[in-house]
């Protein structure tokens, strides 16, 4: 099977909104094999322990939800997607745990069990959702439901989204969620609002909005202190009037390039990727 990388966040939409990019991980179940991880490409060396596999820990998740044995599998993976720099890497493995879960194990979920399942896995719904259904999410939860419920949205086809990778950098999701604050003044939520309401219509419709849209009080101020180049660069960008955010908790940065007004080189200690909007989810392939 197939998932994309992904993008959540998109500057104010903390935990709600993702977009799913052209950039993959591949998966590959052997149930005859000898049961174990051989992983190929990004985080090779330590995903190849079976114990910090996110995607056979989800197969076992999924097995024991549906009160089943997990089963005794061999998964193989081509990893694209770089680990630990905001590009939904560990969404990649859980949701291709849950497809891959169905499959050996014959369970059948809706939309919303596969995103549920994933979630309590993954921690948080935005990832997921985009590397599930593929396009743009905005994530909720509607009042008095048990779980999270995604929304697919079109994203506009001038979206040309420009990556920044992060070298020297690297930031964990649990430590980029340790330095939030549990409170924020009205004005800031009121500020964060608005401007989510806008990011929506920006990438939607109005992809001129996006450099006033991408503006974010909620979460990036304290994250970007844990990276400080990528805490510059962002600083540079947006005097030069570009839409950047950070890509999901950071240390990379998405930037969407204008057109006829390419992003500038980054320098030393950056990788450029520049993949499409992809319209498509994460698929079994066989």
């Known amino acids: 099977m197939r998932a994309p990388a ?15 990019l052209d950039l993959w991980n591949e998966f590959e179940i052997d149930t005859g094999g000898e049961p174990g991880a051989e992983v190929k490409g990004e985080g090779a060396a330590e995903l190849s ?7 056979l820990r989800t197969i076992g998740h999924i097995a024991a939800s549906a009160g089943l044995p997990s089963p005794a599998v061999r998964l193989r993976s081509v990893n694209r997607v770089p680990l630990g720099r905001g590009l939904g890497s560990s969404a990649t493995a859980v949701t291709a745990g849950v497809l891959l879960a169905e499959a050996v194990l014959g369970v059948r979920l ?11 896995v993954e921690g948080h719904p935005h990832n997921v959702a985009a590397c599930l259904h593929g396009g743009l999410v905005l994530v909720h939860r509607p009042q008095g439901a048990t779980g999270p419920q995604a929304v697919r949205l079109a994203p506009h086809a001038a979206l040309r989204p420009v990556v920044l990778v992060a070298e020297s950098e690297r930031v964990s999701t649990e430590e980029a969620r340790s330095v939030l604050p549990a409170s924020v003044p009205l004005t800031t939520a009121v500020a964060t609002a608005s401007r989510t309401a806008l990011a929506v219509v920006a990438l939607t419709e109005r992809p001129d909005l996006l450099p006033e ?5 909620l979460h990036e101020p304290y994250r970007l202190n844990l990276a400080p180049r990528a805490a510059a660069l962002h600083a540079v960008l947006r005097s030069l009037g570009y839409a950047v955010c950070l890509a999901g908790s950071g240390p990379s940065l998405l930037v969407f390039e204008p057109p006829e007004r390419p992003v500038p080189d980054p320098g030393t200690g950056w990788g450029v990727l520049r993949p499409a909007v992809t319209l498509q989810g994460a698929r079994l392939t066989k």
Do not use: H, I, K
């Not at 959540?8 to 977009?19: E, K, M, V, Y």
């Not at 322990?49 to 995607?55: C, G, I, Q, S, V």
């Not at 849209?213 to 009080?217: H, K, M, P």
């Open 49 to 55: 322990d079976p114990a910090n596999n996110l995607a």
């Open 6 to 20: 992904t993008v959540a966040n998109l500057g104010p939409g903390f935990d709600c909104l993702a977009l799913a």
């Open 213 to 217: 849209a991408l503006v974010d009080e």
């Open 110 to 120: 809706s939309a919303d069990e596969r995103l549920a399942r994933a979630v309590e």
